[in-house]
């Protein structure tokens, strides 16, 4: 099967400027995930969507990250404005369903540099 | 506070001996318990995970896993490590399985075989 789909991979911007990453999920998988990974860290989540409806954003810095999931497939996780210290890898990853006891299938990532 | 820790941040072997890449946890309850490892510019991918019943958990790759839950340890253990086992390891937890919530992951620990 596909797995999970990430764009762009790489991204460079100046800090204040926006961005937007894009994530297609393994198809019929209902449970989204964004991670955030810092250089020498473990990924962190950011959000998590059930379908089209967010289970948890306790973690996302909702004055400059939004996140969506129209029609319960594709995602989209957008930087307005941008800091130095968002640059990471941001992972998207999906599951079947949100019980722990099936595992995340995880994507290449975008790696974002802000300088 | 829920936490997972990987006390090495590199582990160095040679090939064909054993490794054991050690993580420990500190939740409450019965918490689901992963391993995930991650090659240069790729995504995590899932070796093993520990849910319930036997202790000893196997995985892709020849990868085992043992839980321990009076030390709460959940250490990654190979017989005979191969050079190609070269990658970044991360041990994550599901804090609370019933309520589907998404992973806490360690630090992660560079395995690194030599020929």
């Known amino acids: 099967e596909a797995g999970v789909a990430q764009s762009p991979r790489y991204k460079i911007i100046e800090k204040r400027q926006s961005v937007a990453f894009w994530c297609n999920p393994i198809s019929g998988h209902a449970t989204l995930y964004w991670y955030q990974q810092i250089l020498g860290q473990g990924p962190k989540l950011l959000i998590q969507?059930?379908?089209?409806?967010?289970?948890?954003d306790s973690q996302l810095p909702k004055d400059r990250f939004s996140a969506e999931r129209l029609k319960g497939v594709d995602s989209t996780l957008k930087i307005q404005p941008a800091k130095l210290e968002d640059s990471a890898v941001y992972l998207c990853a999906s599951s079947v369903t949100d019980r722990a006891i099936y595992e995340q299938y995880f994507g290449p990532g975008t790696r974002l540099t802000v300088t | 506070a829920q936490s997972v820790a990987q006390p090495e941040d590199q582990v160095n072997v040679a090939e064909g001996n054993p490794l054991t890449v050690k993580c420990t946890y500190s939740v409450s309850g019965n918490p689901y318990l992963f391993w995930y490892v991650q090659y240069p510019n790729r995504g995590l991918q899932f070796l093993l995970k520990?849910?319930?019943?036997?202790?000893l958990v196997k995985g892709s790759y020849g990868f085992e896993a043992e839980f321990n839950k009076s030390q709460t340890s959940f250490h990654l253990k190979k017989p005979s490590a191969l050079v190609s086992d070269s990658a970044l390891y991360f041990c994550a937890v599901s804090p609370l399985p019933q309520a589907g919530t998404a992973l806490i992951f360690g630090k992660g620990t560079t395995l690194s075989v030599s020929s």
């Open positions: 520990y849910i319930t019943g036997d202790n």
């Open positions: 969507f059930q379908n089209n409806g967010v289970v948890d």
